[in-house]
């Protein structure tokens, strides 16, 4: 039993040992880089560290063929729910999902594959860093961080909950050290950091005087625009005030298209409360819409926010308007990153933004006061993905002290 740890832990290191060839080594990585993807993107935040090892195992492989391999199964398997959420989301047949999710994977294996910096016993362990963070950052930001799902950059969170940027810089210093030859001790020190962080963590703390509401609508959420639909709402909102409660978070899509009608349905439904809403609706105009938050008072309802990312193909079509055709979400990627309400800075993140790094970043450079993450996850009914942007979301309060609400529908 102990050769049998010491020749994995030989191979895992590179070493070229006859009893175990260079095709089994690689084996052994890409079937190490799944099992990461898929228990550190379980949907468990605490799990998140876990996929801290994805830079060693990238580092370790003997060829950039493997390199590639490494990271297709490192990201196929973190985003193993989207073939079952296209399949539920269209309603068709499990195949479209399946050629979706392997495109999503391009722009990760692409960039892991090209910045590969050759094998352990080439000894460029600066190079291989440097490389390494070069790919963060692209996985990061856009064009290539549309697709950034499952970036080991967000164990942050839990490993430095609380030390905002420090503890960012930290991962990263962390992330490059795991495709150097200390990639042990590497391994040994930052899961002194989540062992430490698992024994103390607690919840991020509720805003005072915020409440959310999750939902069970379904499908039917967005695109029930009925009259008892909102009056539903309502009277859960007007259950939910008092003792103290001014905010009250309902899920994205919650109130379905936004219009003046709509509008002054909930404000004479909020009539006699001092309380404001904070709930998901739809912009529509000739050109496309914008999928939104918007705040409601009984003095006062407007969009608080537009959303800078939506669903990439579901709901953002950027091609379209390559061939002059108008329809779907419009992307304001870069604007409103912290909106004001009554007085606070709020961060708002609406369901695919959870996924990705820059939304929450962004955010995070106008030190808000709180965070707001919103989503309406019924087609993602036997996947993990709600429970991943949870996760996420969570993380990013807990890396800059924010306290978060949430709200979604499944």
Known sequence: MARSQSLAFSALRGQSLPSIPARLRSLLLVAVAIVVGTVGWSGYVLALPIAIVFPALWALTPSR????????????????????????????????????????????VAVHTMLWAGPPEMGRPGRRAL?????????GLPPFGITGWAHPLMAAGVLFPGWGWWGLAATAAGLAMMTSRFWPAAVLTLAGFWLWSAATWT?????????????????????????????????????????????????????????????????????????????????ID?????????????????????????????????????????????????????????????????????LIVWPALQSMLH??????????????????????????????????????VTAFNI
């Open 65 to 108: 063929v493997v390199a590639g391999m490494v990271s297709a199964g490192y990201f196929l398997a973190a985003s193993r729910g989207l073939p079952q959420g296209v399949a539920n989301f269209y309603a068709a047949d499990f195949w479209p999902g399946l050629l979706l999710w392997i495109a999503a994977s391009l722009a990760f």
């Open 131 to 139: 490389r390494y963070l070069a790919a963060m950052v692209l996985m």
């Open 203 to 283: 919840q991020p703390d509720l805003p005072q005087g915020w409440k959310s509401v999750d939902l069970k609508y379904g499908a039917s959420l967005g695109r029930d625009g009925s009259l008892d639909h909102h009056r539903d709402l309502i009277a859960t909102v007007r259950a939910l005030a008092g003792d103290g409660t001014r905010f009250v978070v309902l899920p994205e899509s919650a109130l379905g298209f936004w219009t003046p009608t709509v509008a002054r349905l909930w404000q004479q439904g909020l009539h006699g409360l001092d309380v404001t809403i904070v709930a998901g609706a739809a912009v």
């Open 286 to 354: 000739e050109r496309g819409y914008d999928n939104v938050m918007v705040a409601i008072s009984a003095d006062e309802a407007r969009v608080l926010y537009r959303e800078r990312l939506p669903v990439p193909v579901s709901m953002w079509q950027p091609w379209r308007a390559w061939f002059g055709r108008d329809g779907g979400a419009r992307a304001d990627l870069f604007a409103n990153p912290v909106v004001d309400l009554s007085e606070r800075r709020i961060a708002p993140l609406i369901c695919y933004e959870q």
């Open 367 to 404: 030190s808000p006061e709180i965070v707001v993450a919103t989503g309406n996850g019924w087609w993602t009914a036997g996947t993990s993905i709600v429970a991943i942007q949870r996760a996420s979301a969570i993380a990013w309060a807990k890396l800059f002290a924010v306290p978060i």
